[in-house]
């Protein structure tokens, strides 16, 4: 288990780019198993949920061209389904939770889909049903096994377009409906669909492989089922999470920075929540100019009431973000309640910042209230282990503005999602040591 060392009260300066979006990079691979015909993906970051289901990927036959550190030609032309049997496949696809995409594509092409209770963050419930009541609606049976870790099965001789309600606007549970109903005889609606840019994209490029989707942006997606996918081109947006996480930083540690190529018109409600802990950020043609603030403040609401910061599905504000947010509040001047509706697990890493000296108050497991210092305070450098992968850069970025040294163990949570993030933000002026 690797470990960071960090010293707390360097400032950052000068450029950063965003890595290609995790969330979308995960959806977007699968997708590749769709179509016999190459398919070129760009802008694919290299951290390791993305490395491991590239390498999964492989492993299914699928051959995979490397262009340039971050374009990869995927050729799905031969995939060996019987894969999905072997105890390599458990493993590998229980290591992370975008395996689970492989669901859709794997059903409407070969027939029938595999896979074991997926990985990703342990941030409460995280249930599936969404996806097998989707896949139900096509035609699929489903079977779930509770031994050996649990397994769940799909299969199908052939899928057929019907309407559907979705349960949950789930994301996953979107982009693996969709990727079924693409190759279904007839027309799906999916309404309560998800729309985050992920989907945006996913459903842009399946457009662009010989899909007809409409609706796309909506909460209501029609797909018109066509016979065959052909190959495509597609470049990864880039880490819309990963961008929230340089502005909270830059906040924190009164640093100076500028974050290149945004795609800003696809950050939504992202900077609009980011201003109202009241730090400035400046748009620059595509990049977001982030000024060191010795002080920022809180907005109350319109009728002077408190701030209440809270997660949603798309266009609302992401949860991915919301730990993020909770950090950066610890210098900000004023008090705002923190609202975790989606997960339920994903708050109790206040516990390590409350050591470090922050005035938190966790009211129950989706709700905290932060006391901002206006710098009055700050934090100290302690030990601490991160428990998921937002939590760990909302860790990290304490430990960045706090006094003295801090360790963060349990690193990989945060390579799960975040590109050699100690590199590039010792480039800015940080004093990050992987031990
Ligand atoms: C690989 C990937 O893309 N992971 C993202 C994906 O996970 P994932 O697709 O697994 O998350 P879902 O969208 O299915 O839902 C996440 C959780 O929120 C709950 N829920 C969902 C929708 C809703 O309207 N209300 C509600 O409470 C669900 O019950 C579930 O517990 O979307 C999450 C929600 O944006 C993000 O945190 C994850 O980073
Ligand atoms: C929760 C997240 O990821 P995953 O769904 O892969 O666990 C995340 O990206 O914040």
Redesign the pocket.
Known sequence: MASFKVTGGRKLSGEITPQGA??EA??ILCAVVLTAEPVTIHNIPNIR?VNQLIDLLGDMGVKIRRLSESSVEFDASQVNIDYLESETYKAKAAA???S??LLGPTLARFKKGRIPSPG??K??????D?HFMGFMKLGAKFNYSAEDGGFYEVDASHLTGAYMLLD????????NILMAAVLAKGTTTIYHA?C?P?IQQLCKMLNRMGAKISGIGSNLLTIEGVEILGGTEHTMLPDM?EIGSFIGMAAMTQSEITIKNCKIPELGIIPDVFRKLGIKLEFRGDDIFVPAQEHYELENFIDGSMLTIS????PGF???LLSIILVTAIQAKGTVLIHQ????SRLFFVDRLIEMGAQIILCDPHRATVVGFDRKQNLKGIRMSSPD??AGVSLLIAAMSATGTSIIDNIEQIDRGYQNIDTRLNALGAEIVRI
């Open positions: 995790k969330n995960l959806q949920d992370l939770r975008g689970v995409m990703g963050d941030i409460g419930r995280r249930r599936l969404t949950e606007a789930s994301v996953t549970g979107t982009a998800a985050e992920y999470i997660d949603h599905p798309w992401t949860p991915d509706k989606m997960f339920e992968i937002r």
